[in-house]
C-alpha cells in the first residue's frame, strides 16, 4: 500500500523528473505535471516565445490547490513551490546536464540558463520546507534513483541535507 503523501519532484530541464514520474507511475502512484494541474485550474498562460516556455503562475495554483493529497507526485520544476508532503530535487553534473540540453535542442541561451541553476543548486534556495532531499541523476540508472526515493519516502523522509556541490568538482 502507498503512503498517502503527496511528493513534488523538481530538478532543472534534463535531470530526470519525468522519467522518474513514469517508474513512480508504474509502482502505482498517481503523477500529474504542473503543467496539467495549471491548466486544470486555468493558470497556464501562452506561449512565451522569448523564454519558449507558458507561463504558469505558480502562487495562485499553490494557493488555489492549499494543501495536496496523496498518494501524488507532482512532476514539474515548479513543483517544490506546492503544499506537499515532501520535495525531491533531482541533480544532475552541468556537463552531463548540457549534453542532455543539446541533445533536446535547446538554445545556446537556455543551456545556459539551467546550468548556471544547476550549478549553484538554486531549487534549495526556493524551499522552506523540511522534507527534502537531492538525489544525483548524473550517471546513476533512473529505476536505482526511484528506489532510493521510494525508500526515502518509507523511512518517513529521513533527514537529507544538501550535498551536492558542483562547485567543488
Known sequence: ML????????????????????????????????ETLAK???LLGPLDL???????????????????????IIDG???????????????????????RLQQRSYPEWKIE???EWELIGSSWSDIEQENVAEFETTSTEVNVVWSAIEDWI????ASRKPFIDWMDD
Open 3 to 34: 503512503p498517502s503523501t503527496s511528493v513534488a519532484i523538481t530538478g532543472a530541464p534534463g535531470t530526470g523528473k519525468t522519467s522518474i514520474a513514469e517508474l513512480a507511475k508504474l509502482s502505482g502512484w498517481d503523477v500529474i505535471s504542473v
Open 154 to 157: 518509507k523511512e518517513g523522509y
Open 40 to 42: 486544470k485550474h486555468g
Open 50 to 72: 522569448e523564454e519558449q516556455a507558458k507561463e504558469i503562475d505558480i502562487e495562485t495554483l499553490s494557493t488555489t490547490l492549499g494543501s495536496i493529497k496523496g498518494p501524488l
Open 77 to 99: 520544476h515548479l513543483s517544490h513551490h506546492l503544499e506537499v508532503d515532501a520535495i525531491v530535487i533531482l541533480r544532475c553534473n552541468p556537463s552531463v546536464l548540457r549534453e
Open 113 to 115: 540558463s539551467n546550468l
